[in-house]
């Protein structure tokens, strides 16, 4: 059975950076595309950063580039968003996934395994 786990959401006033981890168990972790995904309230869930399984190729929203970092451990089988720079906009709930595909434009349908999500909070 295959469990993506996230952690590292939390409240912080803008200008600043949290961190965003995603553990994955119960598949080959090196073989898939990992996503950060968000959703906002009354919005639809938006890609917001990927990262292809040897970690070479990235995607960033063009909200969010030049603040947020997709980097992967393999071996830890866990995926990092490192996130500075916060602004009010970025508060969501924040979604780790998995697919077996990749593509320069992400598309949610493509990402089978799902986490539960974290929430972050951007005060002004």
């Known amino acids: 059975q295959v469990q993506v786990v996230e952690s590292g959401g939390g409240l912080v006033q803008a200008g600043g950076s949290l961190r965003l981890s995603c553990t994955v168990s119960?598949?080959?972790?090196?073989?898939?595309?990992m996503g950060w995904f968000r959703q906002a309230p009354g919005k639809e869930r938006e890609a917001v950063s990927c990262i292809k399984w040897s970690g070479g190729i990235t995607y960033y929203a063009d909200s969010v580039k030049g603040r947020f970092t997709i980097t992967r451990d393999n071996a830890k089988n866990t995926v990092y968003m490192q996130m500075n720079s916060l602004k009010p906009e970025d508060t969501a709930m924040y979604y780790c996934?998995?697919?077996?595909?990749?593509?320069?434009?992400?598309?949610?349908?493509?990402?089978?395994?799902w986490g539960q999500g974290t929430q972050v909070t951007v005060s002004s």
């Open positions: 119960g598949l080959t972790f090196a073989d898939y595309t």
């Open positions: 996934a998995a697919s077996s595909s990749w593509r320069y434009q992400p598309y949610t349908a493509d990402f089978r395994y």
